[in-house]
Nanobody, 125 residues
Framework: QVQLVESGGELVQAGGSLSLSCAAT????????MGWFRQAPGNEREFVAS????????IYADFVKGRFTIARDNAKNTVYLQMNSLKPEDTAVYYC??????????????????WGQGTQVTVSS
């Protein structure tokens, strides 16, 4: 059974940086896409970034381009989200996701096969 365990969320000041991690276990697929969604209070979950495990191809939402970087560590089955130049509007619960297969466009929430438990990121102004 696939499990995704996130860590790294905390309170940070605007302009600061934060790194999230997500360790995956129970993986049996030949290829998959891991990524991050976020959900702010009163909002729907939205796509943030994704990475295709086999090709290392990355996709970003427009609102994080140039500020966030997604990366993976094959040996540790871990995906990271490095967040720089954080803004108060980045405040949300961040969820690690896994979708079977190589997705070459942003994954929709209904296309996610596995979700992590979420980690809170709070950016103070």
């Amino acid at each position: 059974q696939v499990q995704l365990v996130e860590s790294g969320g905390e309170l940070v000041q605007a302009g600061g940086s934060l790194s999230l991690s997500c360790a995956a276990t129970g993986l049996t697929f030949s290829d998959y896409t891991m990524g991050w969604f976020r959900q702010a209070p009163g909002n729907e979950r939205e796509f943030v970034a994704s990475i295709i495990w086999s090709s290392d191809r990355t996709i970003y939402a427009d609102f994080v381009k140039g500020r966030f970087t997604i990366a993976r560590d094959n040996a540790k089955n871990t995906v990271y989200l490095q967040m720089n130049s954080l803004k108060p509007e980045d405040t949300a619960v961040y969820y690690c996701t896994l979708s079977k297969g190589p997705w070459t466009r942003p994954v929709r929430s209904g296309e996610v096969d596995y979700w992590g438990q979420g980690t809170q990121v709070t950016v103070s102004s």
